[in-house]
């Protein structure tokens, strides 16, 4: 089986000058900002990220985010152990990915990375 690592919680925001306030007043610093729709804050050895219903994965909801080298296989595993993909592997700008619920209706974001 490919190592999976949780890299990343997501949290949605309609606010994300706010959020970014807010957790900055609580000792997270800012590492990363895209626009006005996500931020990425340095949770030692996770990322908290915030994101904007444009930009995150299932609006409204808090989604735990797993690194592994194979998104399609975890996707598979996924859907075979009882969950539901939401949005099948896909390549955005940065990453490949696959959005799914686990067998709970939990949310779950698989990525790795794409080669620059």
């Not at 949605?12 to 800012?30: K, N, P, Q, R, V």
């Not at 990915?97 to 209706?105: E, H, M, Q, S």
Request: glycine residues 10%; hydrophobic residues 40%; proline residues 4%.
């Amino acid at each position: 089986m490919t190592e999976r690592q949780v890299r990343t919680v997501i949290l949605s925001t309609d606010d994300l000058d706010a959020s970014i306030a807010f957790y900055e007043a609580l000792g997270f610093a800012l590492k990363f900002r895209d626009g006005t729709h996500y931020a990425a804050l340095d949770g030692g050895s996770i990322t908290l990220a915030l994101a904007t219903a444009i930009d995150h994965p299932l609006p409204g909801s808090t989604v735990v985010g797993v690194r592994t080298e194979d998104v399609d296989g975890a996707a598979q595993a996924v859907e075979a152990s009882g969950g539901a993909i939401v949005k099948a592997p896909y390549d955005d700008a940065h990453e490949r990915r696959a959005v799914v619920y686990d067998n709970k209706g939990n949310g779950l974001v698989f990525y790795r990375p794409l080669p620059r």
